[in-house]
Structures are given as C-alpha cells and as structure tokens.
C-alpha cells in the first residue's frame, strides 16, 4: 500500500529566506550587543566600585603613613636633641677632665721641681758637710800624729797609776778579816765599815745588798729574801733575828756584830753580816752577800 503524499505547496522565493535569516542574525547581533553592553556597564561599575575602595584604602596608608612618619619624625628629632645633649655633656666633661689633668700634670712638676731643688740643696750641704769634716778629720790626724808621743808618755804615766791602784787594792784587802761562818767550815772576808765594804765590792766576786733593819712585827724585804729583828743589845754589840729564804724559817739567835751568818737558798751560799747595832736598840746595819749565779743555774 502507498503512503498518501503531502503536498507542501510550491517552495517560497529565494529571496524571502535570505530576508528571514538577515533579520535574525540583526535580531542575534542586537541582543548579543545588548547583553556585552550590559556586561561593560557591570564591569564599568564593578571598577568605579574597586576604584573607590582602592581610593580608600590608599588614602587610609597615606594617612597612616603621614602619622607614622610625623611620629617618627618626633622621635628622630628627640633621639637627635638628646644626642646632642649628651654630646655637649660629655664635651663639657672632656673639657673639665682635661682642664683637671692639666691643673695636676703642672701641680706635680712644681712639686718634682721644688723637690729637686731641695735634694740639689741637701746634696750641696752635704757635699760641703763631707768636705769640712775631711778637713777636720786631716787636722785631727795631724793632731794626733803631733800628740803621739804625749799618749806614750801618758801611757806609762796611766801604766804606773795602775800599778799603784793594785798595790793600794792588794793592801786593802789584806787589811780585810777572813772569819769563819756560823755554819762552821767555810771562812769569809768580812767587812766592818762602808770603805772595807768597797773595797769587797771592787773583787767583783759576789753581789751586795746593804740594809737598815728596824724591830718590828712584819718581815722585810732585803734582795730576795726576808729579814726580822727581834733582839737588839747596843752594850754587848749581840742581836736575834729571823731569816726566811728558800720557803724556810731560820733563827739566827744571839749573834755578835761582823760575823757572818750563812744560809743557803737555791744551793748557793748567802752571808748576812751586821756591823752596828743602834743605841736605842731599835734598828742595826748590815750588808748581805749573795753570789754572782745561783748555783742552780
């Protein structure tokens, strides 16, 4: 069976078509134009409003920028005047410190200069001292050169003098008496008046100690030992007294003037010896007699 056949009728002119499609390609380009058009206007917009904040935000750092650097400005000129402030300071103690050091440099070079001048003096007074003193000493030696046979006459002058004073001694002392002590066995030289006592002290053999004892109740001292009068008789030239040395009590008792009475302290032999008794009876004199070392020593 054949499909019925639609008649379309006779195709339109050629030229018709051509009019049709020119419209819509107008009608295409139109609109296109349009939607660019309204695209710029956005964009146009889009960039006055960036324009805008981008206006801003510059004036926003120019103004920040313009405090910034009025402040830095501040402290720039600040940090400046205290520079120069310190600088002035530290110029004025410069100054001070070197007016200072000249002041003590010339200080110490008068001081070195007058010292010098003195020690020049001194050296100069010392020289001349020197100088006077070689000369006295020259006239010296001459002196001596011309005395030197006066010292050897004085010499034998000194020499007999000596010998005289040692013939003089020896008689002395043999005018001094040898008595035995009261403890038997060892005899001593006694002196009975003040010159024998000299001539005792000049041997140099022992060491005396002249006393004056009064009778009383108390000991007393006599070199290191104590004494005690307790008996006296003028008319019979006798006494009593008491010793104590070397922690030990002694009585010496109804003893006669110039005889020696001896003890020992320490070893080593003492001798009390009693010239005179007083005529009141109430003191006597005497002298002790102790060696040069104790023989302990």
């Given at each position: 069976m054949s499909s019925p056949q639609i008649n379309y009728g006779p195709p339109p002119p050629r030229s018709s078509t051509m009019a049709i499609v020119a419209v819509a390609a107008i009608v295409a380009s139109i609109a296109v134009n349009l939607f660019l058009l309204y695209q710029v206007n956005g964009l146009k917009e889009e960039s006055a409003h960036a324009r805008e904040v981008l206006q801003g935000e510059v004036d926003t750092l120019k103004e920040n920028s313009t405090a910034m650097t009025a402040a830095q400005r501040k402290h720039m000129d600040e940090l400046r005047e205290d520079l120069d402030t310190r600088s002035r300071q530290l110029a004025a103690q410069a100054s001070q410190a070197k007016k200072e050091a000249l002041t003590y440099a010339d200080e110490k070079s008068k001081e070195l200069a007058s010292e010098q001048q003195k020690t020049a003096a001194q050296l100069n007074s010392a020289v001349t001292e020197v100088s006077k003193k070689a000369d006295t000493a020259n006239a010296g030696v001459a002196a001596v050169n011309t005395d030197v046979s006066g010292v050897k006459t004085d010499l034998s002058t000194t020499k007999t003098s000596l010998d005289q004073a040692r013939n003089d001694l020896n008689a002395n002392i043999a005018l001094l008496k040898k008595v035995q002590g009261d403890l038997g066995g060892t005899n001593s030289m006694v002196a009975t008046n003040a010159h024998e006592l000299?001539?005792?002290?000049?041997?140099?053999?022992?060491?005396?100690?002249?006393?004056?004892?009064?009778?009383?109740?108390?000991?007393?001292?006599v070199a290191n030992i104590s004494l005690k009068l307790d008996k006296a008789d003028f008319k019979k030239n006798r006494f009593t007294l008491t010793v104590f040395a070397d922690d030990k009590k002694v009585e010496k008792k109804d003893r006669n003037t110039n005889e020696p009475l001896q003890f020992y302290v320490s070893k080593s032999l003492y001798e009390i010896v009693v010239n005179t008794v007083s005529k009141d009876e109430k003191t006597i004199t005497g002298y002790l007699s102790m060696p040069k070392y104790d023989a302990a020593r």
């Amino acid at each position: 069976m054949s499909s019925p056949q639609i008649n379309y009728g006779p195709p339109p002119p050629r030229s018709s078509t051509m009019a049709i499609v020119a419209v819509a390609a107008i009608v295409a380009s139109i609109a296109v134009n349009l939607f660019l058009l309204y695209q710029v206007n956005g964009l146009k917009e889009e960039s006055a409003h960036a324009r805008e904040v981008l206006q801003g935000e510059v004036d926003t750092l120019k103004e920040n920028s313009t405090a910034m650097t009025a402040a830095q400005r501040k402290h720039m000129d600040e940090l400046r005047e205290d520079l120069d402030t310190r600088s002035r300071q530290l110029a004025a103690q410069a100054s001070q410190a070197k007016k200072e050091a000249l002041t003590y440099a010339d200080e110490k070079s008068k001081e070195l200069a007058s010292e010098q001048q003195k020690t020049a003096a001194q050296l100069n007074s010392a020289v001349t001292e020197v100088s006077k003193k070689a000369d006295t000493a020259n006239a010296g030696v001459a002196a001596v050169n011309t005395d030197v046979s006066g010292v050897k006459t004085d010499l034998s002058t000194t020499k007999t003098s000596l010998d005289q004073a040692r013939n003089d001694l020896n008689a002395n002392i043999a005018l001094l008496k040898k008595v035995q002590g009261d403890l038997g066995g060892t005899n001593s030289m006694v002196a009975t008046n003040a010159h024998e006592l000299d001539e005792l002290k000049k041997l140099g053999q022992r060491n005396f100690v002249e006393f004056t004892l009064r009778k009383q109740k108390e000991m007393q001292k006599v070199a290191n030992i104590s004494l005690k009068l307790d008996k006296a008789d003028f008319k019979k030239n006798r006494f009593t007294l008491t010793v104590f040395a070397d922690d030990k009590k002694v009585e010496k008792k109804d003893r006669n003037t110039n005889e020696p009475l001896q003890f020992y302290v320490s070893k080593s032999l003492y001798e009390i010896v009693v010239n005179t008794v007083s005529k009141d009876e109430k003191t006597i004199t005497g002298y002790l007699s102790m060696p040069k070392y104790d023989a302990a020593r």
